[in-house]
């Protein structure tokens, strides 16, 4: 009996080493729940230390959203700033979340899509340092100037850094 759950806590064991040493190319990723509602004036802000400036990286934003997302694309106002200093870097991004009949993109099974979309990519840090990248949403209804005060359907905002190699 004893020999049983000493081999199942090894196999578990084993698992979890296999399942989490798979994804070598990760640097950073991280996730901060929106409990399916965004406000327009909520500012999501990930920090990260960053000690290689010569290697290449790409970064993603991660966003997990499920069929009470009403739009086909979604808008982000995204800020990095650098160590150590006042200056950030904006961008304003536009992605598509929904096929031409509606429903949602992304990978999942259920009515959760997790979509990865690309902000930049075979970038290098130009100082060591903590890094700082807020990220807005900017949707607007079509013809209207004020934007979404909710924006319902997207559950989750994360970030991730991957090395290129």
Same mark, same amino acid.
């Given at each position: ?16 080493? !296999? ?11 991280? $996730?901060?729940?929106?409990?399916? %509602? ?17 290697? %290449? ?11 009470? $997302?009403?739009?086909?694309?979604? $808008? ?18 536009? $992605? ?19 979509? %990865? !979309? ?8 130009? %100082? ?22 909710? !924006? ?14």
């Amino acid at each position: 009996m004893l020999t049983t759950t000493l081999q199942n806590s090894c196999a578990a064991f084993a698992l979890l080493f !296999l399942v989490c040493s798979c994804d070598k190319s990760r640097v950073f990723d991280e $996730y901060k729940s929106l409990n399916g %509602k965004w406000n327009k004036d909520s500012i999501v802000s990930f920090s990260f230390d960053q000690k290689d400036t010569v290697s %290449k990286y790409n970064m993603f934003i991660n966003v997990r959203s499920n069929n009470a $997302y009403p739009y086909n694309n979604l $808008y982000l106002i995204v800020q990095m700033q650098d160590p150590g200093t006042k200056l950030v870097k904006v961008d304003t991004l536009e $992605y598509q979340m929904a096929n031409p009949d509606g429903t949602l993109m992304g990978q999942g099974f259920s009515d959760v899509k997790e979509s %990865k !979309l690309w902000y930049k990519e075979k970038v290098n840090f130009p %100082k060591a340092g903590k890094y700082k990248v807020s990220i807005q949403h900017a949707v607007r209804k079509g013809g209207q100037v004020p934007g979404v005060e909710e !924006l319902e359907g997207i559950t989750d905002l994360g970030f991730r850094i991957e090395t290129t190699e």
